[in-house]
């Protein structure tokens, strides 16, 4: 099994920056490809930011290209969400996820789940 951790969540205003971290238990950690998903009340969980186990391939979410960085440190087991100019309309929880070998970016296709961070950004 595979236990993640995330952290770094909080309360933030319009255009501040936030870097959450999330950590994964074990010594396999460079089996997984990674992700973030975020999800607010009444709407499905949705994909922030993927990365591949290698950490030179990621793929991003329409709503956050260009804003957010995903990163992966496979020494720490960590991987990492920059997140920059942040909008209102990123409130929501943060999930981090973790997929045996090959990289997901559908919900459905995670293997284990953090329990989330929530993200709150007032205007």
């Known amino acids: 099994q595979v236990q993640l951790v995330e952290s770094g969540g909080g309360l933030k205003q319009a255009g501040d920056s936030l870097r959450l971290s999330c950590t994964a238990s074990g010594p396999t950690f460079s089996s997984y490809a990674m992700g973030w998903f975020r999800q607010v009340p009444g709407k499905e969980r949705e994909l922030v930011a993927a990365?591949?186990?290698?950490?030179?391939?990621?793929r991003y979410g329409t709503a956050v290209k260009g804003r957010f960085t995903i990163s992966r440190d496979n020494a720490k087991n960590t991987v990492y969400l920059q997140m920059n100019s942040l909008k209102p309309e990123d409130t929501a929880v943060y999930y981090c996820?973790?997929?045996?070998?090959?990289?997901?970016?559908?919900?459905?296709?995670?293997?284990?789940w953090g329990q989330g961070t929530q993200v709150t950004v007032s205007s």
């Open positions: 996820g973790a997929n045996f070998w090959v990289l997901a970016t559908a919900a459905w296709d995670i293997d284990y």
């Open positions: 990365i591949n186990r290698e950490g030179d391939y990621t």
